[in-house]
């Protein structure tokens, strides 16, 4: 089963609006990491944020984790028509190689 | 360009062939992944490679078989094909061998089992 359920499965915004995503998980993690991914192709990583970590920045993109609530957001400020894509949490557990485990993703729209 | 290559891109076959899938990670990356993405099943982990050593497993199936040659190049051998088996199938690699490292993707290639 997934590790991560991501909230919501789709959302459409206006160019300019700002997107936030959200990612809950069930166990104890090690880091938490969001991806990219436009339509049928290779995914792209975003962003990695530590389990020690609340909050880290990487251009337009703020990511936040909050361990207690097993949850994480993604939000994408000032959103561009290139943002629109699937993104995806994926959670890395403790002592499991390199073992990432993907929620189901958000469906981002950005319309022009 | 992720400097990950997949071969082939497609592939359609049919039930109960076998098939193999070839990644190249990118350069001076020592660890190879394989997932599986479709519809139902959202993108699955399979398997994790690191300098040639099995090192981490997730549901992959047992008619499935991966190694990583000392090259570092890697195959995902799929065999006794089921409809279900269906997939897109992806090739990452990283530099080292644990979660905290970011993964490289390849273009994925898409299987049609028919």
């Known amino acids: 089963s997934q590790q991560g359920e991501e909230d919501p499965q789709a959302l459409s915004i206006q160019e300019g609006e700002n997107a936030t995503m959200n990612c809950s998980y069930k166990t104890s993690i090690n880091n938490l990491q969001w991806y990219r991914q436009n339509s049928g192709r290779g995914l792209v990583h975003l962003i990695l944020?530590?389990?020690?970590?609340r909050e880290k920045h990487s251009g337009r993109l703020r990511v936040t984790l909050d361990t207690s609530k097993k949850s994480s957001s993604l939000l994408i400020t000032a959103s561009r028509a290139a943002d629109t894509a699937s993104y995806f949490c994926?959670?890395?557990?403790?002592?499991?190689?390199?073992?990432?485990?993907f929620g189901q993703g958000t469906e981002l729209s950005v319309k022009p | 360009d992720s400097g990950v290559t997949q071969t082939p891109k497609h592939l359609i076959t049919a039930t109960g062939q076998r098939v193999t899938l070839r990644c190249s990670p990118r350069s001076g990356d020592l660890s190879v992944y394989w997932y599986q993405q479709s519809l139902d099943q959202g993108l699955q982990f399979l398997i994790q490679?690191?300098?040639?050593?099995?090192?981490a497993k997730g549901n992959i199936l047992e008619r499935f078989s991966a190694q990583q040659f000392p090259d570092l190049h890697s195959e995902l051998n799929l065999s006794s094909l089921e409809l279900g088996d269906s997939a897109l199938y992806f090739c990452?690699?990283?530099?080292?061998?644990?979660?905290?490292?970011?993964?490289?993707f390849g273009p994925g290639t898409r299987l049609t089992v028919t």
């Open positions: 990452a690699s990283s530099v080292a061998s644990g979660n905290s490292y970011e993964q490289y």
């Open positions: 490679y690191y300098n040639g050593e099995e090192r």
């Open positions: 994926a959670t890395g557990i403790y002592n499991q190689g390199g073992k990432l485990i």
């Open positions: 944020i530590r389990s020690n970590e």
